[in-house]
């Protein structure tokens, strides 16, 4: 279980979205089945990742399980510097 965020945003297609997750620096696999971005930092080589996205019609789902405020912090920077008008609402 983890903390779950619903990141509305406002963005030209669903492949410019996943160019985005696929860039980001602690993207580590995508689940074709679940069509789940899976993201560990460098340290983490267990069974559960460090966060998971899933696209939205209206942005993302993240299920942080672990991946720490700076980590955290940098994503919303990356997203606000891609993306206009982001919003992050807790679940």
């Known amino acids: 279980m983890g903390y779950e965020y619903r990141v509305k945003f406002t963005c030209e297609s669903v492949a410019q979205v996943d160019e985005?997750?696929?860039?980001l620096i602690c993207f580590d696999s995508f689940d074709a089945e679940r069509q789940t971005y899976i993201?560990?930092?460098?340290?983490?080589?267990?069974?559960m990742p460090d966060a998971e996205m899933s696209i939205e019609p209206n942005g993302l789902y993240l299920c942080d399980y672990g991946?720490?405020?700076?980590?955290?912090?940098?994503?919303?920077k990356k997203l606000l510097?891609?993306?206009t008008s982001v919003q992050?609402?807790?679940?």
């Not at 993201?39 to 069974?47: I, K, V, W």
């Not at 991946?67 to 919303?76: A, D, N, Q, T, Y």
């Not at 992050?88 to 679940?91: F, Q, R």
């Open 20 to 23: 985005f997750l696929r860039a």
């Open 39 to 47: 993201y560990r930092t460098s340290g983490n080589r267990g069974a």
């Open 67 to 76: 991946i720490g405020m700076h980590e955290f912090g940098f994503l919303v």
């Open 81 to 83: 510097s891609y993306f």
């Open 88 to 91: 992050i609402e807790e679940l």
